[in-house]
């Protein structure tokens, strides 16, 4: 672990005060996150955008797309109607999401293949592997375009305890100790901390996602 036995009495302390978060941190429910289709996009359109778009685009895909596509073949089949360049892949954004997103779409696309490579072809068997996997092992390098932020709340998702190395987490890591780290300790550091002091890690993101913004929120 990369932190000195001074910074962990800094931290676990301060993980400890954060209080509870006022939006339950429930995720990884059929009820939060119903269905594979919608997982996939999300893993490719929650980074580094803000809620309300992540939101608007996939209620328009669900109002508007849902009836034909709603699994990894019928995704397939329509990103394979549209060449694989940046106008199509514009084409593809505004046609699924309402929004011309390109560079998502191609995330998406190595997303869609690595599925089918692994054999991932619906939810039970992303929840399986979520639970069994390791980011270093089974997902880094693996998407160009996705990290361990995108594996994080990947995972997450599926109902693994985790944090997201998002720009909350790394605010109030850095004010803490007064120095940053890189997003693999980030998340180590904060499972380890949540741990010491008996809490789950998704509530103590959540309520340091909270705290950090000023106001209640989802994550």
């Not at 592997?129 to 594996?151: M, P, Q």
């Not at 995972?155 to 120095?179: C, E, N, Y």
Request: proline share 4%; aromatic share 8%.
């Amino acid at each position: 672990m990369s932190l000195s036995e001074r910074e962990w009495k800094l931290l676990v302390p301060a993980c400890a005060a954060v209080p509870p978060p006022m939006v339950s941190s429930a995720v990884g429910t059929d009820t939060d996150y119903p269905d594979y289709v919608t997982n996939l996009m999300l893993t490719v359109l929650d980074l580094q955008l803000h809620n309300v778009i992540v939101n608007n685009a996939i209620v328009h895909f669900r109002k508007q797309r849902w009836d034909e596509i709603h699994s990894l073949h019928h995704l397939e089949n329509v990103l394979a109607k549209v060449p694989e360049d940046r106008q199509g892949n514009r084409g593809a954004a505004e046609y699924l999401w309402g929004y011309l997103y390109g560079d998502r779409v191609g995330r998406l696309r190595g997303l869609v293949r690595w599925a089918r490579r692994q054999g991932l072809i619906d939810q039970s068997a992303l929840r399986t592997w979520a639970y069994a996997s390791d980011f270093r092992r089974d997902f880094e390098g693996e998407v160009k375009g996705l990290g361990i932020s995108a594996y994080c709340w990947l995972v997450m998702r599926m109902g693994v305890d985790m944090v997201k190395p998002d720009i909350w987490l790394h605010a109030f890591v850095r004010r803490v100790l007064g120095r940053d780290l890189n997003d693999l300790e980030l998340v180590e550091v904060v499972t380890e901390a949540a741990h010491r002091v008996h809490r789950s890690v998704r509530e103590l993101d959540a309520g340091i996602w909270e705290s950090e913004r000023g106001a209640p929120g989802s994550i």
